[in-house]
């Protein structure tokens, strides 16, 4: 005896999302145009309140517009909590890390928000030294973006802010994939 399958059944039809893979796909933070905060996401109205104590950094979700003392407000952490012509920009200020011999990098400060603009900054060496940099989940993200002559077209991480991205290069604790 044999076993017979059938099946029928393509997207040609599709009067909607189904349970196929790309219908199940979810926006890069999992939120629908909330902010990722440390290991959790704001929801849409609140903003992250990121303070470190050492090199250790602590993430709330605080209502938008609370303060924030001593830490970074992030409204945003990436194009998609923007308009469509807005890129969310981040600017964060640190003493040491760039430079070996300045120690492990010390966190003073930063935030984040929707402009119409955000080109790559930095005032190094300086210090205090500002960084200002698109935050993104994708390459793709980081698109038109250049400084010291290198274009600067990848999604990178640093341990220093966890599960944040951010449009940058391959120096220090920061890693590009």
Known sequence: MGLGIAGCGDDSNNAGP????????????MSLNGVVCGNMSCAV???????????TPTSACINAGDACTGGAVLKCDGPEDCTQSQFCCGMI??????DPDAGAPMFNGGNSSC??????????PQTPTTVTTRLCHFDDDCTGLSA??????KCCSSTMAPGLHFCGLAIGPITCP
Not at 19 to 29: F, G, H, R, Y
């Open 18 to 29: 189904d349970m196929s893979m790309p219908d199940l796909a979810l926006p890069p933070d």
């Open 45 to 55: 109205g609140q903003d992250c309140c990121v303070t470190v104590a050492g090199t």
């Open 93 to 98: 200020t640190f003493t040491g890390g760039l």
């Open 115 to 124: 402009t119409g603009t955000c080109d790559f900054s930095t005032n190094y």
């Open 148 to 153: 010291l002559g290198q274009s600067i077209n």
